[in-house]
């Protein structure tokens, strides 16, 4: 009997529990219940001598403790064991999350496109893959000029007739905002008073100063008894709330094949007020835009009678504002996309 008891306590010992609930279960039953192993050794115990019973009794009884316990502790581990959740490292760094920024030419856009918004403009645009009929020959540029240069621009489809191989249309890289005015013509009856801004490229050498694709924003007013004065007053407001109430204004006659008279304007510069510095190149003006009041020419071209309706128009670069604004000195950086330079925009 003896012998028996401890061939079973080594069974009870070697038995792996294994941290598993199936594990402990399928001890339970073999040791522990009614019909176990160890209640059998009790059941046996009648045939044990008289003058035995007490020892054999007593180990009967450290057996049946022992296997308890071993149970026990087996399920105890069980149940302190970590929950799943904070298996989590709460010590380790955290994955940031990223914001993106409005772009710095963006910003100015967004800054003049409310500006005009405020005085009745609308939003229209045109693609940037433009027919060079609306780019260049609606808005009354002549067959010879410059600007028509494959050095000035990028051609998609180009042949010496004006036409494309199968006959046709050219289609060009637009290289100004000017035919958005040309679409909307087209399209629309006056009154018209639209701002149309968007990117435009240029066959140039790339530098500091120039990129290949750069953004402007035009603007069109058409109805009847529109003047030149319309014109100012409406550039007058846009550079007080631009560049500040304080700014001056100069006209400058100029050419433009789609304007007829044109001028270039130009605000007393805002960095040193007038005075003469580096950026205004001690000239006290910066230019920025281009203007005039419509071509009769391309009001024909458009659909619109000329003897009814007059209309001007301007055009200006968004970069140089930006470059000054911000004091960016290389027009190539906004185009770079480095996040060390636009996250200083968050
Ligand atoms: N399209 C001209 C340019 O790219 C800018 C311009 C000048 C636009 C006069 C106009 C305008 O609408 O009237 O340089």
Redesign the pocket.
């Known amino acids: 009997m003896q012998e028996q008891i401890e061939k079973i306590k080594a069974e009870v010992e070697a038995f792996d529990l294994n941290g598993s609930e199936a594990h402990a279960e399928a001890y339970r039953l073999k040791f522990l219940v009614r019909k176990g192993v160890i209640a059998t050794l009790f059941d046996e115990l009648k045939s044990v001598p008289k003058e035995e019973k007490g020892s054999v009794g007593k180990m009967l009884n450290d057996l049946k403790r022992f296997a308890e316990q071993k149970l026990e502790s087996a399920k105890a581990a069980t149940s302190n064991a970590p929950a799943e959740e904070s298996l989590i490292d709460l010590t380790l760094t955290g994955r940031r999350q990223f914001l993106g920024a409005e772009h710095p030419v963006q910003k100015v856009l967004s800054d003049m496109k409310r500006i005009f918004y405020g005085m009745g403009f609308t939003l229209r645009s045109g693609p940037e893959i433009e027919l060079d009929d609306y780019n260049f020959t609606k808005l009354n540029f002549p067959a010879g000029h410059p600007a028509r240069d494959m050095q000035d621009t990028f051609f998609i489809r180009k042949s010496e007739s004006g036409k494309g191989e199968s006959g046709k249309d050219d289609v060009v890289l637009r290289?100004?905002?000017?035919p958005v005015?040309v679409r909307t013509m087209l399209s629309e009856k006056p009154p018209i008073r639209v701002i149309c801004p968007g990117k435009?490229y240029r066959n140039e050498a790339v530098s500091a100063r120039s990129y290949c694709v750069f953004h402007?924003i035009?603007?069109?007013y058409v109805d009847t008894g529109v003047t030149f004065a319309d014109l100012k007053a409406t550039i007058y407001s846009f550079a007080k709330q631009m560049f500040g109430s304080e700014v001056k204004l100069r006209f400058r006659p100029s050419y433009?094949p789609?304007?007829e008279p044109?001028a270039e304007t130009d605000v007393s510069c805002y960095i040193c007020g007038g005075k003469g510095c580096k950026v205004c190149k001690q000239s006290g003006w910066l230019e920025i835009?281009?203007?005039?009041m419509?071509h009769p020419n391309v009001l024909r071209n458009c659909g619109i009678d000329p003897e009814i309706y007059s209309g001007?128009?301007?055009?200006?670069g968004v970069e140089r504002t930006a470059m000054l604004r911000y004091g960016v000195d290389d027009i190539r950086v906004f185009f770079e996309n480095d996040v060390r330079m636009l996250s200083q925009f968050e």
Request: hydrophobic residues 40%; aromatic residues 16%.
């Open positions: 290289t100004h905002t000017s005015q435009v402007q035009e603007g069109l433009f789609f304007t044109s835009l281009g203007c005039g419509v001007y128009a301007f055009g200006m």
